[in-house]
């Protein structure tokens, strides 16, 4: 396996297990269920990892795919600079995600606060990982970038001209 296909394996937990992890944090908050935003935190920290898988991967994948038609460096670098951007925060939000874990085994006083600041993270996580997967989408399903809709009705009135003559 290359690059390109370790990271099509491993890109998608960073979005989704961010997304599972912030809708059982608010269960958890919700149900007042210490073990459901324990699991959450778990969760976001698994989030973070295979978000470093994610970056790590990225650019062999990218040295793959940037001379193929349709690719453009323009498109791989908004997804790259995205990526980067939930790179980061993935990783403060799995290190506040130990925290909040730690804390609430002990049953610290801090521990609410800090599953409120993981809660406003997660929010900003999740944003940017539909952000980042979109961007990612777009560098060969070229049916879900912005202009597909004009490329599309350009190609379908050449036809028509074409037919036309």
């Known amino acids: 396996m290359n690059d390109a296909h370790w990271h099509l394996v491993v890109n998608h937990f960073p979005i989704i297990g961010t997304i599972f992890g912030l809708g059982i944090l608010i269960s958890g908050l ?5 073990t459901a935003i324990n699991i959450a935190y778990i969760l976001f920290v698994i989030a973070a990892i295979f978000g470093f898988a994610s970056m790590y991967t990225g ?6 795919v940037e001379d193929l038609p349709n690719v453009g460096d323009q498109i791989i670098h908004t997804h790259e600079e995205m990526a980067e951007k939930l790179a980061i925060v993935l990783y403060i939000l799995g290190t506040f995600s130990i925290a909040g874990l730690v804390l609430n085994v002990m049953n610290h006083s801090k521990a609410k606060l800090v599953t409120y600041v993981v809660l406003l993270i997660s929010l900003g ?6 952000q980042t997967g979109t961007t990612g989408g777009e560098v060969r399903h070229t049916e879900i970038r912005a ?4 490329q599309v009705g350009a190609s379908q009135s050449e036809g028509a001209t074409e037919d036309d003559d």
Do not use: I, P, Q, S
């Open 59 to 64: 650019e062999g994948a990218e040295e793959m």
């Open 125 to 130: 996580a999740a944003f940017l990982g539909k």
């Open 30 to 34: 919700v149900l007042k269920n210490k």
């Open 147 to 150: 202009n597909a809709l004009n």
